[in-house]
């Protein structure tokens, strides 16, 4: 399995390219935040790992497009585009189109050119389906250290969503998160030493990961862990996400809103 993440892996300047504002870092925040909330605001059903399956159909459909920064559309259509192709791969009932723009979209998209989106995606993805994100390695290595309770899984999960603004993580592979992920809830919920957890991890590049455990230790520091007495109250965890939209760049005739 992890032999097959590369096959969703972005493009080697993709994170340079955020770094150095070739691609507007400011649009893609604002546009992950929207697609975050809107789960909330549907009452979808599965909204704990959805933001980041979202940020995964997001980030790899645009990295290798939009040069030009006033090209605000770009981002959006591709964030609703996704939003829109995950709703009907998890959820019994999905919003209309039109109603799915509603949440702050700056933007207004017809249904045709959201549609157009969507197909265009999964025919590059030959219509596969089967995503490649943490959450597809994160139960894996945490059975390695046997640590696979609903507290741990529920804090990985939050964990992995806290990564989804940083571009900092797009220079992993989400096998290495997922691996740091566990290493570093088995030293907060005080189960494994740091060194110990590593030694029941395999099949990933230990230093890198030893890199990405500093990286979540980071992001992680002003939030509150989780109470060991809690172990079993939590909900059961989620399945893993579907769906990843492969590379792609949309190109549309008009910068305008209400594009068709």
């Known amino acids: 399995m992890v032999e097959k993440e590369e096959e ?3 493009r080697d300047d993709y994170l340079f390219r955020l770094r150095n504002g070739d691609l507007d870092l ?6 992950l935040q929207w697609i975050r909330k809107v789960p909330s605001h549907f009452s979808f059903l599965f909204k704990n790992h959805l933001p980041t399956v979202f940020f995964f159909l997001f980030d790899l459909n645009i990295r290798c497009g939009q040069k030009d920064k006033k090209k605000k559309w770009m981002f959006q259509l591709s964030a609703v585009g996704s939003l829109s192709l995950a709703a009907k791969l998890e959820e019994v009932q999905v919003p209309s189109l039109l109603d799915l723009q509603m949440g702050g979209s700056e933007f207004v998209f017809e249904a045709k050119t959201i549609r157009r989106m969507e197909t265009m995606v999964m025919s590059t993805l030959k219509w596969r389906i089967k ?10 290595f945490l059975n390695n250290i046997n640590l696979d309770d609903d507290i741990a899984i529920d804090r990985s999960v939050e964990i992995i969503s806290h990564t989804i603004e940083d571009i900092e993580f797009l220079e992993f592979r989400p096998s290495e998160i997922a691996a740091a992920v566990a290493i570093y809830v088995a ?3 005080q189960e494994y030493d740091k060194d110990n957890a590593f030694s029941s991890i395999t099949e990933v590049d230990k230093v890198r990961v030893d890199r990405c455990v500093v990286l979540i230790g980071n992001i992680s520091s002003a939030q509150t862990p989780p109470n060991r007495m809690d172990r079993g109250a939590s909900s059961a965890p989620p399945e893993s996400p579907n769906g990843v939209l492969e590379t792609t760049s949309f190109s ?3 910068d305008e809103s209400g594009v068709g």
């Open 8 to 10: 969703h892996l972005p």
């Open 131 to 140: 995503s490649s994100t943490p959450y597809d390695y994160v139960h894996y």
């Open 26 to 31: 400011d649009m893609r925040t604002q546009s």
């Open 252 to 254: 549309h005739e008009s």
């Open 187 to 189: 030293g907060e919920l």
